[in-house]
């Protein structure tokens, strides 16, 4: 990702025009929710281009982050601000790296949609999967870090910490592939992709034997994490609008989808010059992960790949239509439905690479 493109997404701006709401009704739900609050209240609003609108809270002794579900209609069950909340507060006992939530609101009366309100975690974001300003001899305990704290969400005992019915479990990739080759499929305005149309014929005929279910991120990458402002540690994993109960090689493989991934698209390192940055190889990096669950290897690995750039594809042919019929909400909607096509190839590079 680019200097500008860090530029327009980090820090806080005033709050944009249709997305304030009552300061003095969200004070006043502080003062009865969140322990230790004390005002006055100064409301700003992150930049990044979340789909759940994010805030910071500033009082005179420290600040909160406040997300929310968008205003106006929202497709049922999307932007589900309650299930972000309830994952970290399960969580944050096992010492897992998320911020304290302090509460959640599910009244529309306080400030026109549901949100939660958690601790602002103080730490660097890294935009770019090179991690630049980092020195060449730590950059691999920052990678080591990020794969430690994967493998850590999927050993958790969704029993343990009451999760059970967070998501379906099993037939992840049935399940998954069915709902995203019916979304393609019927978006006719955004047009058919020959690497596509294999894919949607040959995954469901190819999925790996033997299930597992385990809590998934569903989004876990560098720039949805903080990491602590000097060392090579995760302070808190963010944006957990994707999590489900699914597939733990489904999630590890949507991350490390980073090693095939062009960095204009999401933060990637295709192209970049491992050896020379010191960055370890995507086998390494699949050997880090099976060393920290248990696993001998992970067969079959171009599948999940193959998957993963499949499920990405679909989403940005589902951007591309939404652009097309003039429903997109973000300025970058044309760009990214632009992508769809290379998305699709490096899909069908995986498939094919399976034999």
Not at 59 to 78: C, E, H, M, N, Q
Request: charged share 20%; hydrophobic share 40%; with cysteine.
């Amino acid at each position: 990702m680019s200097t500008h493109d860090e530029a327009a997404n980090s820090g806080t701006t005033a709050v944009r025009e249709g997305y304030g709401f009552d300061t003095a009704s969200l004070a006043r739900w502080m003062e009865a929710n969140v322990e230790g609050y004390a005002g006055p209240l100064e409301v700003r609003q992150f930049k990044g281009g979340q789909s759940n609108p994010t805030y910071q809270l500033v009082t005179p002794d420290r600040r909160y982050v406040l997300r929310r579900k968008p205003p106006g209609d929202i497709l049922k069950g999307a932007h589900a601000v309650e299930r972000e909340a309830r994952v970290m507060s399960a969580l944050s006992p096992l010492r897992f790296p998320v911020p304290r939530v302090f509460g959640t609101c599910t009244d529309d009366s306080v400030i026109g949609t549901w949100f939660f309100v958690m601790d602002m975690v103080e730490g660097r974001i890294f935009w770019d999967a090179t991690f630049p300003g980092v020195s060449n001899a730590e950059r691999p305990a920052y990678f080591a870090a990020m794969n430690g704290a994967l493998a850590q969400l999927h050993s958790v005992d969704v029993s343990a910490v009451g999760l059970d019915d967070y998501g379906k479990a099993g037939n992840y990739f049935e399940r998954q592939i069915g709902r995203w080759s019916k979304q393609y499929l019927a978006d006719e305005e955004a047009g058919r992709d020959p690497d596509m149309d294999r894919l949607v014929a040959w995954l469901p005929n190819n999925i790996p034997a033997g299930d597992e279910s385990s809590i998934v991120h569903g989004d876990y990458r560098c720039d949805n994490m903080i990491f602590h402002p000097t060392e090579p540690r995760v302070l808190a994993v963010l944006d957990w609008e994707l999590s489900t109960l699914g597939h733990p090689l489904a999630d590890f493989a949507n991350h490390a989808m980073m090693y095939r991934m062009p960095p204009d698209i999401v933060a990637g390192l295709k192209g970049a010059d491992l050896a020379a940055l010191n960055i370890p190889s995507e086998a390494e990096y699949i050997a880090m992960y099976c060393r920290s669950t248990g696993r001998d290897a992970i067969p079959n690995w171009d599948f999940y790949i193959a998957f993963n750039f499949f499920r990405l594809a679909a989403i940005f042919h589902g951007i591309k239509g939404r652009a097309i019929r003039g429903t997109a909400a973000s300025a970058h909607a044309h760009e990214r439905g632009q992508k769809f096509p290379l998305l699709a190839r490096l899909a069908a590079e995986a498939m094919e690479a399976c034999g």
